[in-house]
């Protein structure tokens, strides 16, 4: 079969068309990896500065402000992530990995908040009843639903075999199909 009919090649071309060059993914890729390295380089410090210099008691001001905005938060992104589930869009990856992330702070608030309070022990049942196993539910439906497209994707490049597990699989499928594409390479893609 000739290199222009072969639907492997054609698939490698036309996602290669979306992509930038490789010289400039390796720049925003090494941007991306220094950005994430300053972050966690400033975050070190600056949670061992607020361990020993926050007071033990606090009065907030705004207190049901900050609750009911954090409960609204909560509410937009699980609502966001249903629409997004109902109109079977994409968009449920992130919006459900930004409710379980909610979901996960706001048990960890109340626990943490209530701890040798009158009220610990139902913030503590609404953590593992409610909250914790949500949390978990959304990051499995998203995960399953990233694993499904990532193996859509990966047969419509026409690469053989099951694709790699998530934290294997490169950012962009389509450069791992250009190299699984060449004679003598590995369907395994190279990160």
Request: glycine letters at 4%; charged letters at 15%; one cysteine or more.
């Amino acid at each position: 079969m000739s290199k222009q009919h072969d639907p492997a090649h054609s698939a490698v071309r036309r996602a290669r068309a979306f992509l930038p060059d490789r010289s400039a993914l390796r720049r925003h890729h090494r941007r991306a990896v220094l950005q994430f390295a300053l972050c966690v380089f400033v975050l070190v410090p600056w949670t061992v500065y607020l361990a020993f210099s926050l007071p033990h008691r606090f009065e907030a001001r705004y207190w049901p402000m900050v609750w009911v905005g954090f409960d609204i938060m909560l509410l937009v992104s699980l609502a966001a992530a249903g629409v997004a589930v109902l109109l079977r869009r994409q968009a449920l990856i992130p919006l459900s990995f930004v409710a379980a992330t909610l979901l996960v702070c706001d048990a960890w608030f109340d626990v943490s908040l209530n701890l040798g309070g009158p009220d610990v022990w139902e913030s503590v049942a609404s953590a593992v009843l409610v909250e914790l196993p949500l949390a978990g539910v959304l990051v499995l439906r998203a995960r399953r639903v990233l694993k499904i497209s990532a193996r859509l994707a990966w047969q419509r490049l026409g690469l053989t075999g099951e694709p790699p597990s998530l934290y294997k699989m490169p950012l962009f499928v389509a450069l791992a199909a250009s190299s699984a594409a060449q004679p003598d390479s590995e369907n395994v893609p190279k990160a």
